[in-house]
């Protein structure tokens, strides 16, 4: 029976390092759903599933990091068996990072590579007023602007109050989100982000090089906030050299 954390996982035999893939705020696993097909196959893929979604519908979502990085760590562990690196985006690149910290004197294996993909660094200050606890109405106008909603799911009403309490949900997480000043990682840091991205500005994504005493490189990539769609090739391309560069 698939973890319910992994819904999508299957062992690969040939894998030589297991990639973890952490969603954006309103997604899901399934966003990484192809990627075992477009990846080496060296390459294990393992995205996680937050609970308020797909085959996790029914379970209350996570709001709060410490709480959320609590649950995780005892379903990481046991998947900690092969050398192994982290991809998040967005929200999901702060839940690799505060993961990837709170690992590093857990796990038998360091981690080889953290992928922390549109968004800005944790030390750069949130300069927006918060959105997650907005009226509907301009609730969804953010949703829409940002362009990662499809607008067939926020023009249908019944569709749209089955998600709404999870994308609030997790709004409330990365937008509640606190830096606290810890020993710094070793591993090599990639930071990517998206040319014509207007939630995250370059500067803000380079400025992950400070969380990691190893290697670092940004790269940038053609699109807006969800590049990891529109540049997935471009993207993937770039990720499995640097993952292949690690084994």
């Not at 990837?100 to 949130?126: C, D, Q, Y």
């Not at 990691?212 to 471009?234: I, M, Y």
Request: charged share 20%; with cysteine; glycine share 4%.
């Amino acid at each position: 029976m698939p973890d319910r954390w992994f819904p999508y996982y299957r062992p690969n035999p040939q894998a030589r390092l297991r990639l973890f893939c952490f969603h954006y705020a309103g997604g899901s696993a399934a966003i990484f759903r192809s990627w075992s097909e477009l990846l080496p196959a060296q390459i294990d893929i393992c995205a996680l599933q937050l609970p308020g979604r797909e085959n996790r519908l029914m379970e209350a979502p996570i709001i709060q990091f410490p709480q959320l990085i609590e649950q995780l760590i005892p379903v990481f562990l046991p998947y900690l068996d092969m050398p192994y690196a982290f991809f998040g985006h967005s929200m999901g690149a702060s839940i690799g990072f505060e993961l990837a910290r709170a690992l590093k004197p857990l796990a038998v294996r360091p981690l080889t590579h953290l992928f922390v993909s549109g968004r800005r660094a944790p030390r750069i200050e949130r300069r927006e007023p918060f959105s997650y606890n907005l009226p509907d109405p301009e609730f969804i106008e953010m949703l829409r602007k940002l362009e990662g909603t499809p607008e067939e799911v926020l023009q249908h009403k019944e569709l749209l109050e089955l998600v709404l309490p999870t994308l609030r949900a997790d709004f409330t997480l990365t937008e509640t989100y606190a830096y606290q000043p810890q020993e710094l990682l070793s591993c090599p840091i990639s930071a990517y982000t998206g040319l014509q991205d207007k939630e995250v500005e370059q500067d803000d994504n380079a400025a992950w090089q400070v969380e990691t005493s190893g290697p670092f490189v940004q790269r940038v990539f053609p699109g807006n906030h969800f590049f990891l769609n529109s540049a997935r090739t471009q993207l993937l391309h770039f990720l499995s050299r640097e993952l292949l560069a690690s084994l």
